[in-house]
C-alpha cells in the first residue's frame, strides 16, 4: 500500500532542528483511509517530544511557559496546513477549495515566521502532529460531498477559536518581547480567518 509521509513544518526544518539538536524518536503508526496507509510520525519531532526537551533546556519557568505557548502553535499550525491541503483535494466545491487553498498558504507562511523565531530563541519545536491529530483528520477524509464540506468548515471554524483564545492568551503572558509581539501581530490574521470561514460555513446551510 502506498505510504503518505506526514506534511513536515515548511522550510528549514533541517536548520531548525540543528538548532535544538535533540534526539528525536522514530514511530511507524499509520492509519488507513481508503487504499493508503497515512504515517502520522516519520523520523520526527511530536510536540510531546519537544516539550519535554524545552523542560531539560531551560530553567527558568518563564521560558519554559513561553516554549509551550510556541510549541502549541506549531502543532497548530502543522494541523491547519495538513487539513487544508487534504482538503483542496477531497472536495469539489469552488469556494470550499478556495477557502483551504486560502488557509494553507496562509499557515504556511506563519509557520515558517515561528519557526525561525522558535530557532532563535533555542526552543524546540514539533516536525510533525500527533498520531491523534492525524486520526481526526481520516475520520473527516471519510466524508464526501456536503458533508465533508461542512465537516471540513466546522473544523476550520473550531480549530480557530480555539486558536484565538491560545494566542489571546499568548500575547498577554508570553514574557520574551520578540515571541509576544509575534502572537499579537498574528491574532487579527486569525480572527480574520474566522470570520472567512463562518462565511463560507452559512453558504453551506
Avoid at 509521509?5 to 522550510?11: A, E, I
Avoid at 466524508?143 to 499568548?170: C, M, P, Q, T, Y
Wanted: with cysteine; aromatic share 4%; hydrophobic share 35%.
Amino acid at each position: 500500500m502506498k505510504q503518505i509521509k506526514q506534511y513536515l513544518l515548511p522550510l528549514a526544518i533541517g536548520g531548525v532542528m540543528a538548532c535544538n539538536s535533540g534526539t528525536t524518536k522514530t514511530t511507524d503508526d499509520t492509519s488507513t483511509v481508503g487504499n493508503e496507509d497515512i504515517t502520522a510520525v516519520d523520523t520526527g519531532m511530536t510536540k510531546g517530544m519537544a516539550q519535554d526537551l524545552n523542560k531539560d533546556k531551560f530553567s527558568d519557568d518563564s521560558l519554559r511557559d513561553d516554549a509551550g505557548f510556541v510549541t502549541k502553535a506549531a502543532e497548530d499550525g502543522m494541523y491547519e496546513v495538513r487539513l487544508s491541503a487534504d482538503a483542496q483535494t477531497k472536495t469539489a466545491n469552488a469556494g470550499v477549495k478556495k477557502l483551504a487553498a486560502h488557509m494553507q498558504q496562509a499557515h504556511e507562511k506563519a509557520n515558517k515566521q515561528l519557526m525561525e523565531l522558535a530557532a532563535k530563541k533555542s526552543i524546540t519545536v514539533p516536525t510533525v502532529i500527533a498520531q491523534g491529530k492525524v486520526d481526526d483528520i481520516n475520520r473527516l477524509l471519510e466524508k464526501s460531498g456536503n458533508d465533508f464540506d461542512k465537516a471540513f468548515v466546522e473544523e476550520l471554524s473550531d480549530k480557530h477559536e480555539k486558536a484565538i483564545r491560545l494566542f489571546e492568551d499568548a500575547s498577554k503572558d508570553v514574557k520574551d518581547e520578540e515571541l509576544k509581539a509575534w502572537f499579537s501581530k498574528t491574532l487579527p490574521e486569525l480572527r480574520n480567518h474566522l470570520e472567512m470561514v463562518k462565511k463560507e460555513q452559512a453558504k453551506l446551510k
